[in-house]
């Protein structure tokens, strides 16, 4: 167990509004992810970060915004809600090419 | 890309044999199987790297053919255990791009 946590674990939200997502690890690993997961779709990649301060884009980027000040924590902000945004949001990490260990994933209704 | 899993779902008795397929247009380097149960995280099984190396997990094992680029995993005396939902994920530059998933259902 990786010791990841995703807070808030659900949350729900009105259309429009700026959220922000934080994905918290023990593990020290370089690589944090940050993966949305809806029906048919499996996992798509929103962004990564291989490193503090060193991001870039996933394959479903869009009205999706990443941040990491220190090695243990990785935000994701969807900048103005929108209803297609409403998913389950998992956070992983590892080190790059390797396992990736996921958090319990964050459960998000936007309204 | 995404690859592309096969079948899309299976359901087993208990004691039966799966194979689930992941197949890329693009060429493989290495190959990861994911398996997540319902409402939970998904759980790493097992990394398939460039070279044909079969890997191994309690009774599921899994292959890799990078030259038709695919792999695929082996589930033989299914446990009710094994019940969830498994993803294949091929791997570019420290990133994972993910299959749709195969959906397996073991029943007693």
């Known amino acids: 167990d990786a010791g990841i946590t995703q807070s808030p674990r659900h949350k729900v939200t009105e259309t429009g509004t700026p959220v922000t997502l934080r994905c918290h690890q023990t593990e020290n690993h370089r690589y944090m992810y940050w993966y949305r997961q809806d029906p048919g779709h499996g996992l798509r990649l929103i962004h990564y970060s291989y490193g503090v301060k060193d991001t870039d884009k996933g394959e479903v980027s869009d009205g999706y915004s990443v941040s990491r000040s220190k090695t243990e924590d990785f935000l994701l902000t969807l900048e103005s809600a929108t209803s297609s945004q409403t998913s389950v949001y998992f956070c992983?990490?590892?080190?790059?090419?390797?396992?990736?260990?996921f958090g319990p994933g964050t459960r998000l209704t936007v309204l | 890309q995404q690859p592309v899993q096969s079948p899309q779902a299976v359901i087993l008795r208990e004691g039966e044999d799966a194979v689930i397929n992941c197949s890329s247009s693009k060429a493989l380097y290495s190959v990861h199987w994911y398996r997540q149960k319902h409402g939970e995280a998904p759980v790493f099984l097992m990394i398939l790297l460039k070279g044909g190396e079969q890997k191994g997990h309690e009774k599921i094992s899994a292959s890799f053919n990078e030259k038709k680029q695919q792999s695929s995993l082996y589930l033989t005396a299914s446990q009710l255990s094994y019940s969830g939902t498994y993803f294949c994920?091929?791997?570019?530059?420290?990133?994972?791009?993910f299959g749709q998933g195969t959906i397996l259902t073991v029943h007693p």
């Open positions: 992983a990490t590892g080190q790059g090419e390797g396992t990736q260990y």
């Open positions: 994920g091929t791997e570019t530059g420290g990133k994972l791009t």
